[in-house]
């Protein structure tokens, strides 16, 4: 009995001697902002690799390598980090890293060190991971296991992380063993493209490697710490690495590091480990303002504060700005719990009454602790002083290049990347390249609501005044609920009433899209006519869009006017009559394009922004299109209406005339 307890024991300890460890496999992308097949490939790579089936497997470092050219936004990806990131792809020659494969293409992978086809795939290119390949690679067990845990230091300036490593086996590296640490960004959101690939929204992108060695010309030599070659079964190794936050870290509470262990003999990637985002100690955050446009000489301000740090924040200093300048500071005191939001009112602040766009910002100060993350404490928002009211219609049709147009305001109260926009590839009934755009497609803030604002206008006269638009929109799926509506306000924006709403299938034009929308045929567009009954009066009218993450929304031809104005001049807009005005901007010759659905008399008027008739001409129409051509010579520069009116009904249009 005791010979055969002490065979179980010396098999029990064989057993022992060769048990491994479960494997955490590390997926290295290599991609980049100018590379255009990087961001059709990046979307699908992110979901696979963020399903709850993956991420106890497998865990990512994206290198945003200038393939195939480098950015040249000194705040891209690549160029803040450009050091690391080329050490990592390049040839040892450069000197760099010098993966076997060569990395000479994006975007393109490493597994564990390894090509991806190794554990399965048809090829290393990122569209073709998949379920079974991260499972098989992640089925190889490993010599090592790795806990790697991580804390703020005093100032939020840095992560101090702590690295234990304790071998399962004995093993012995065939080269240099390394642990290597790397700081990444889980999500980072730029509000423009940071290369000219169209991509915005990055995951797990490589900010920064800990320790590295640096020459004299500024490259990366070495990346990593050096851990013995040989181990023994139970044996551990334990370090420290203070990782000092770079400047130009867009989000401190978005930080992670990844590490993992690297035999430089053979450059298998032994064992990988996380130590994932987790909150700071202290951190406010300015979510938004709201501020209504107004008639009088001051506003209240609604701020939106949130409390993005681990502990309460019990005091704080909140600095108004109008226009730039300073107000008086703001003490608050009160107990805002982590993850806690709170809305506060500063009151009443006076504000400039010239007419037109203004801006409202604030900056939070002097919290009870310091705060760790300097970046988000301020948000900024743009609102309306309605002081006078312009008599001449709007007629917008995005053609000149600033954005917004004269007299127009954008609202964006979260500062969010999605925001109202100008276009030069699509415009109504494609008889322009020129429109507004609204991108729910990147909005992924679901409810977040933004506002295009018109000039302030008087639309007084005998009958309802009339607005129309043109609009194309696709669903991203079936159940895609974007919004657009239209409110109207006749007390200087205290209130405003809804003239005007349709969302998901009643806004959709044509069939959903999965990828980003851009209408490209005429049966895309549609006109939309509001007639504002009881607006007959100065008021101020907005499009606000509710996004639901669908796709995009396009607007053009914004035509807003009073059937029946003072002036006489008859304004009545109908869809039997199509318009064009081109060139615009013009200079001594301007052609007006009417497509017209039957002969039928008309009047062609220019007008200035004084509500001058300019040029009068009576014009015969033939079914179809007709191109009238106006002399400009004599004209001074400036922006002019030009109104076509036929005896089936009249069309408003901006043109601008440069001399």
């Not at 992640?138 to 790697?148: E, G, I, L, N």
């Not at 639309?459 to 043109?470: N, Q, R, T, V, Y």
């Not at 394009?593 to 015969?620: P, Y």
Request: proline share 5%; aromatic share 8%; charged share 10%.
């Amino acid at each position: 009995m005791k010979k055969n307890l002490l065979l179980f024991a010396a098999a029990l300890a064989g057993t022992t001697m060769l048990a491994q460890t479960p494997r955490l496999s590390l997926y290295e992308e290599f991609t980049g902002e100018t590379c255009p097949p990087c961001a059709s490939t990046n979307p699908g790579l992110n979901a696979i690799l963020s399903s709850p089936t993956n991420t106890p497997k497998i865990i990512a470092i994206k290198w945003q390598v200038p393939i195939p050219s480098a950015p040249s936004n000194t705040w891209s990806l690549y160029q803040t980090d450009k050091a690391d990131i080329d050490w990592r792809w390049r040839s040892s020659s450069y000197p760099g890293y010098g993966y076997t494969p060569a990395i000479n293409s994006a975007p393109s992978s490493k597994i564990d060190g390894q090509e991806a086809t190794v554990f399965g795939a048809s090829s290393s290119h990122p569209a073709n991971l998949n379920n079974s390949v991260i499972s098989s690679a992640q089925s190889v067990m490993s010599p090592f296991a790795v806990t790697m845990t991580r804390d703020w230091d005093a100032t939020g300036s840095a992560v101090v992380v702590t690295v234990n490593i304790q071998a399962s086996m004995n093993y012995t590296a065939t080269g240099a063993l390394m642990f290597r640490t790397v700081m990444v960004e889980r999500l980072v959101t730029f509000s423009v493209q940071s290369g000219t690939n169209g991509e915005k929204v990055f995951e797990d992108p490589a900010i920064a490697a800990f320790p590295t060695t640096v020459n004299s010309s500024g490259k990366v030599t070495s990346m990593g710490q050096s851990i013995p070659t040989a181990w023994t079964n139970g044996q551990t190794h334990t370090f420290t690495l203070n990782c000092t936050i770079p400047a130009y870290v867009r989000n401190k509470a978005e930080i992670a590091m990844v590490g993992f262990i690297q035999d430089d003999g053979n450059q298998k990637v032994m064992q990988a480990v996380r130590a994932d985002k987790t909150p700071l100690t202290n951190d406010a955050v300015a979510v938004s303002a709201n501020v209504n446009a107004t008639c009088s000489n001051t506003i209240s301000p609604n701020l939106n504060i949130m409390n993005n740090g681990a502990n309460a924040i019990t005091a704080m200093t909140i600095t108004p700005y109008i226009d730039g300048l300073a107000g008086t500071p703001y003490t608050w005191s009160g107990s805002l719990a982590a993850s806690a939001s709170t809305v506060l009112n500063l009151g009443t602040l006076n504000t400039p009454t010239t007419a037109g766009a203004h801006t409202f910002s604030y900056n939070i100060t002097a919290i009870n602790a310091t705060d760790f993350n300097l970046k988000n404490n301020s948000a900024k928002i743009t609102y309306v002083v309605a002081s006078s009211y312009q008599g001449s219609p709007v007629a917008e049709g995005f053609v000149v290049s600033a954005f917004p147009p004269a007299g127009f305001t954008v609202i964006n109260p979260n500062s969010g990347t999605a925001a109202w926009s100008r276009v030069s590839n699509t415009g109504g009934y494609m008889l322009t390249s020129d429109a507004a755009k609204y991108d729910f497609f990147n909005n992924s803030v679901v409810g977040d609501q933004d506002e295009l604002i018109l000039p302030p206008i008087d639309l007084s006269g005998s009958s309802a005044p009339e607005l129309d638009f043109d609009i194309a929109y696709a669903q991203r799926n079936a159940n895609s609920n974007d919004k657009l509506e239209v409110f109207v306000s006749d007390d200087c924006g205290a209130n405003w009433s809804s003239v005007f709403m349709q969302s998901g299938s009643a806004l959709t034009i044509t069939n959903p899209q999965v990828t980003a929308y851009t209408p490209n045929t005429t049966n895309e567009w549609r006109t939309e006519m509001v007639t504002l009954t009881g607006y007959a009066k100065q008021v101020l009218v907005k499009f606000v869009t509710t996004s639901d993450n669908g796709n995009n929304l396009y607007l053009d031809n914004i035509n807003l006017y009073q059937s029946s104005p003072a002036t006489g001049i008859k304004s009545q807009l109908k869809e039997n009559a199509i318009v064009a005005v081109y060139p615009n901007p013009a200079s001594e010759q301007l052609n007006v394009r009417v497509n017209a659905d039957g002969q039928q008399n008309g009047r062609i008027s220019v007008i200035n922004n004084l509500g001058q008739v300019m040029i009068e001409k009576s014009v015969s129409l033939n079914g179809g299109v007709n191109v009238v051509k106006l002399d400009l010579n004599g004209y001074s520069t400036g922006v002019y209406s030009v109104i076509v009116n036929t005896n089936k009904g009249t069309v408003v249009k901006k043109v601008t005339i440069n001399k």
